[in-house]
């Protein structure tokens, strides 16, 4: 795909509105805006962008606010090094819906999106690996090296989570019904969301309603029969997530990971030129050319209401925006709990909300790397092997283990990994290194952010408070020297480059 390369910076903040000092032990002083906004959005992350550049392209004057210096949020694109880009959490964009692409014209704005022909490979201790490819039948085809069961099985597999990833797809699209008074057009989105029913088939209809509320590792073994096989597709039921491939529920976290995507049983592996952050300058500008207006550096401390209903947001400055609308694109409980007036939201719903668990048990670490790293597994075709997301479930029980690990507030011994060498696909992000240079995101699952013993800010997982031991980095990866977590130079146990890492601590999410 031909399109020019891009560069996502920190996006610039068009307006922004400085509010005056206040004394020091003075609240600060309540500033009114002069005309109310049919809609303002809380956070500048690409979910809320989308939101944004939809309502402005309807024709509603819409505000987004932003804590941090810069849009994108989990999308973002940071930097390692001196000409050395990294993504810094999500390092894929494949979940982008294509019609999204279309509607905001994003290519017009700057983004060009990569997919390399393989979508995985999961290498295995042995010294083989399992490669899926976007062409079912190839990795098919692939699979019966190892087991003739599980390659006959694979395309049918591969047909039937995207049968019923688009009905989810559908079902997620569609607007929930006004209980109360429905309306004609209520009527009609049950009267499409029939027929969408009626086209998965009687089998696929039967089996969507068996396989939601399974376990992802029960759904893989009904198809599959080698471990490897299982966990490798199972890893996407339980991805960042605190949970493990026994827990209930997961088959559909797989499922709707397919959804609006190509994704199938391989799952998406797809790059924005320039990193994820070109996706979030691409919304920004998509939403920007709509109408929409995008602060930075405004923090939104509270949401008012009034009868029942929002009316606007404070500022940590003290100003005060009215708005018709108020859209959150922070998580329900920080929503809820930290923003909304309690007694607005009221006791049985401010106990509900406050007891929604946020256990984050990611931990993301990315690696700036003199050469591309050895994987025996890759053998002679590393260089179109290693293009995908490499994958290392070790099997779905040593999954579950791991997962165990987190849920007594330990982190695992043998985390479960999911790493990407963008570079190879994207040599932008390194344009500005030694010949060679290649970056590495990495998420290491089953890191829980609350520790049992110690914590993240400077004591080792496993390790009491103030006793001697390596520093919290090497929990994943054997230093050469001691270092800050932010960043330091070591190397990495599966390779022997020499790596300048950046490590970011779990995350309640």
Not at 19 to 27: D, F, G, N, Q, S
Not at 86 to 112: C, E, F, I, N, Y
Not at 445 to 474: C, E, K
Not at 480 to 491: F, L, V
């Amino acid at each position: 795909m031909a399109a020019p390369i891009t560069h996502p910076a920190p996006v610039p903040a068009p307006i922004t509105h400085p509010a005056p000092v206040p004394a020091p032990a003075a609240p600060p002083a309540i500033r009114h805006a002069v005309a109310p906004w049919d809609a303002v959005i809380i956070g500048g992350g690409h979910n809320a962008l989308v939101t944004a550049a939809y309502l402005a392209k309807g024709g509603l004057r819409t505000l987004v606010l932003e804590r941090r210096d810069r849009l994108g949020g989990a999308a973002d694109t940071a930097e390692l090094g001196p000409g050395i880009r990294v993504p810094a959490l999500a390092h894929t964009v494949g979940r982008l819906r294509p019609s999204v692409q279309r509607d905001l014209d994003l290519k017009r704005h700057g983004l060009a999106l990569m997919a390399p022909d393989v979508r995985a490979l999961a290498p295995s201790p042995d010294g083989s690996a399992v490669v899926f490819w976007g062409d079912a039948a190839k990795t098919a085809a692939g699979l019966r090296a190892r087991s003739a069961a599980d390659a006959d099985a694979y395309v049918g597999f591969d047909r039937l989570v995207r049968s019923m990833a688009r009905f989810l797809d559908e079902l997620g699209r569609s607007a929930p019904p006004d209980i109360d008074a429905p309306g004609i057009g209520d009527a009609l989105t049950g009267l499409k969301l029939g027929r969408a029913f009626r086209r998965l088939g009687k089998h696929d209809a039967r089996t969507i309603l068996r396989i939601l509320p399974m376990a992802v590792a029960d759904l893989v073994a009904e198809a599959f029969e080698t471990d490897a096989v299982r966990a490798a597709i199972a890893w996407r039921g339980v991805r960042y997530g605190s949970v493990g491939p026994w827990s209930a529920g997961t088959a559909s976290v797989l499922l709707m990971d397919s959804a609006g995507n190509d994704g199938g049983a391989a799952g998406e592996t797809v790059f924005a030129r320039g990193g994820p952050g070109a996706l979030s300058v691409a919304l920004a500008s998509g939403a920007r050319a709509a109408g929409a207006e995008i602060r930075t550096g405004a923090e939104v401390t509270a949401i008012t209401s009034k009868d029942g209903r929002a009316t606007g947001i404070v500022l940590s400055s003290g100003e005060v925006i009215t708005a018709r609308a108020i859209v959150s694109g922070a998580d329900p409980k920080r929503t809820l709990v930290d923003l909304v007036d309690p007694v607005a939201l009221g006791p049985s719903l401010g106990w509900r909300a406050g007891n929604i668990r946020t256990p984050g048990v990611v931990a993301k670490v990315n690696l700036a790397l003199k050469g591309l790293p050895v994987f025996p597994a890759a053998g002679g075709d590393a260089d179109q092997l290693l293009r995908g997301r490499i994958v290392v479930p070790p099997g779905i029980d040593a999954m579950e283990r791991a997962f165990d690990a987190s849920k007594y507030g330990r982190a695992s011994d043998a985390p479960i990994v999911e790493a990407t060498i963008p570079s190879l696909v994207d040599p932008s992000l390194v344009e500005g290194a030694r010949t060679g240079t290649h970056v590495m995101s990495v998420i290491a699952q089953y890191a829980p952010h609350t520790l049992r013993d110690g914590d993240w800010a400077g004591h080792p997982p496993g390790r009491q408070a103030g006793s001697p031991g390596p520093s919290t980095m090497s929990w994943r990866f054997s230093m050469k020297e001691r270092a800050s977590p932010a960043q330091s130079t070591g190397s990495c146990r599966s390779c022997t480059s020499d790596v300048l890492v950046h490590c970011r601590v779990p995350t309640a999410s």
